[in-house]
C-alpha cells in the first residue's frame, strides 16, 4: 500500500527534515546537506527513499541533479487518513443515533447508558 510507504519514509526525523525543506523549492543534494550532521550520500540515500515513496521527483539542470516535492505525492496517504476519519465519525454518528433513541424509548426512571 502506497501510504505504507510514505508513513515509513517520514518516519525517519532527517528525511522529515529534507521533505520539510523542499517545501520552499528544489535543491540539490549539496544545498540539502548543507548545515546537516549527514553527509551527502546519506542524504542521496535518505531522497532515494523519499523518491520510491513517490515524494520527491529528480530532474537534471546541467552536471546539477534538482529534487522537488512530488505534486500529489501524499495524496495516498491523505486518501488512507480520510478513510480513517469517515469510519470515525461514522461510528460516532451511529453512537449518537444509539443513545438518542436509546433517549426516547426509556421510561422514566429508567437509566440510560
Given amino acids: ?5 510514505i508513513l515509513t519514509a517520514l518516519a525517519d526525523p532527517t528525511r ?3 521533505f520539510e525543506d523542499l517545501r520552499g523549492g528544489g535543491r540539490t543534494v549539496a544545498a ?3 548545515g ?11 531522497l532515494k527513499v523519499l523518491d520510491l515513496a ?8 546541467g552536471r546539477s541533479r534538482i529534487y522537488s ?4 505525492g501524499l495524496a495516498p496517504l491523505r486518501t ?12 460516532y454518528a451511529e453512537e449518537v443515533a ?5 433517549m426516547a424509548n426509556a421510561k422514566p426512571g429508567d437509566q440510560v447508558d
Avoid: C, F, K, N
Avoid at 1 to 5: G, K, R, S
Fill in 1 to 5: 500500500m502506497a501510504y505504507e510507504m
Fill in 16 to 18: 522529515r527534515a529534507i
Fill in 32 to 34: 540539502l546537506a548543507e
Fill in 36 to 46: 546537516r550532521s549527514v553527509s551527502r550520500p546519506a542524504v542521496s540515500q535518505h
Fill in 54 to 61: 513517490g515524494l520527491v521527483e529528480v530532474r537534471q539542470e
Fill in 69 to 72: 516535492l512530488r505534486r500529489g
Fill in 80 to 91: 488512507w487518513i480520510d478513510r480513517m476519519w469517515d469510519d470515525a465519525l461514522t461510528a
Fill in 98 to 102: 444509539r443513545q438518542t433513541e436509546d
